[in-house]
């Protein structure tokens, strides 16, 4: 029975070698100096303190599994929303909602086009899956319509789009998306992430909800995250009732958590302090993009919680001097090279305090 070329260990299929592991934001600053976390765009705030007391009353019934249709939260996030609660499927944080689109609507070769500076997980999803990465250039920093819809070939399958985009912050007017959309075939999955649509307040932005439910090919993805809940890992799609059904067909029987979902019912219901988030971000991400230009730094126009910062290209002044200076002070921001911008440093809107911090500690590193 045995064969000489048989491996001496399991193998993973093929692919999975070639998949760069996410990198999370740093969380750490040296010994004794304050930490300031600034590299995963939570929220500066912390928690609703509803969410905090929901999270505390369920822990003493954490032995009962939880609903395995997040019922609940489901229909907390449709009244919100005015939507129809069997249009939701929620997921462990919207990374996991992003993996399962890629695993069931992707099989091995077919194509998966996503933009140059877009979120890092789509990538890691789309090969995870056996697909192929497609990858259009942006211009100015930000998607481009025409090039997207270049790009389609009779195997795409999908189309992820984060608006607003992470990490530049930018985003497409809503006739700019209805525009992508109309020149998609009907086949291709439209994806729109909308994992930032909180802290948007356009006009002409929209985060989805109207193209979802005007189309057969378009999902809308949010995310708990970036509003005080990273930790509970909570996302959702808005989606037409045919990929609702084919997501609950590849998704965990209790994919969502008993904390994670009193948690979200309870946020969901805190609209005073989504108000006070949203305001705080308003107030603190336009005092830093003045700053910031004061300083002689460039930064991409955002409407997101962050900002994306520039350096000088000289090696003195680099991003990554600037990201040693700011880390060894305890303000620790994201490094992008595997965006494709070696010398930018992400930096998530925070409190008061981190933010005059990390104004007054460049504006030191920029005379050094
Ligand atoms: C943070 C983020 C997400 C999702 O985060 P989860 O914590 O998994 O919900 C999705 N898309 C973008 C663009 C993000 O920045």
């Known amino acids: 029975m045995s064969n000489t070329n048989a491996p001496t260990r399991p193998q993973p299929k093929p692919g999975v070698m070639d998949i760069d592991a996410y990198v999370p934001g740093k969380s750490t600053a040296p010994a004794g100096v304050k930490l300031h976390k600034l590299s995963s765009n939570e929220n500066p705030l912390g928690p609703s303190p509803k969410a905090i007391a929901a999270a505390r009353e369920v822990a003493g019934k954490l032995d009962i599994y939880p609903d395995g249709t997040a019922r609940r939260l489901r229909e907390a996030l449709a009244e919100a929303h005015g ?20 695993q ?32 259009v250039k942006e211009r100015d920093e930000r998607a481009d319509v025409d090039a997207i819809l270049a790009a389609v070939t ?16 930018t985003y497409l007017p809503f006739d700019e998306i209805r525009r992508l959309h109309a020149g998609l075939p009907p086949h291709v999955l439209f994806v729109l992430d909308a994992a930032y649509a909180e802290f948007v307040r356009r006009n002409d932005y929209e985060a989805g909800i109207e193209l979802v439910s005007s189309s057969d090919n378009v999902v809308m993805t949010r995310t708990f995250s970036k509003l005080g809940l990273g930790g509970a890992r909570i996302g959702w799609m808005y989606a037409p009732l045919p990929i609702v059904d084919a997501i609950n067909r590849m998704r965990g029987p ?7 979902i009193e948690a979200g019912i309870a946020a969901v219901h805190d609209r005073a302090y989504l ?11 336009t005092w830093l993009t003045e700053q910031f230009t004061a300083l002689g ?26 990201d040693a200076y700011l880390t060894e002070r305890g303000y620790v921001l994201r490094a992008v090279t595997g965006y494709g911008f070696p010398n930018a440093l992400r930096m998530s809107v925070g409190t008061e305090e981190a933010n005059r911090g990390v104004i007054d500690a460049l504006s030191e590193f920029l005379k050094s």
């Open 83 to 102: 939507l129809n609660a069997a249009n939701i499927v929620c997921s462990n944080g919207s990374d996991e909602i992003l993996g399962l689109l890629a």
């Open 104 to 135: 069931t609507y992707l099989s091995p070769g077919d194509e998966a086009i996503f933009t140059e500076h877009a979120f890092m997980v789509y990538k890691i999803y789309v090969k995870a899956a056996g697909g192929t990465p497609v990858i």
């Open 154 to 169: 009779p195997r795409t399958k999908i189309l992820f789009l984060a608006n607003p985009n992470n990490p530049t912050g």
């Open 254 to 260: 209790f994919n969502v958590n008993a904390v994670a």
């Open 275 to 285: 108000e006070l988030s949203v305001t705080h971000n308003e107030r603190w991400r």
């Open 297 to 322: 730094l460039r930064v991409t126009p955002s409407v997101g919680n962050f900002l994306l910062v520039h350096f000088p290209e000289d090696g003195r002044h680099s991003a990554a001097a600037a």
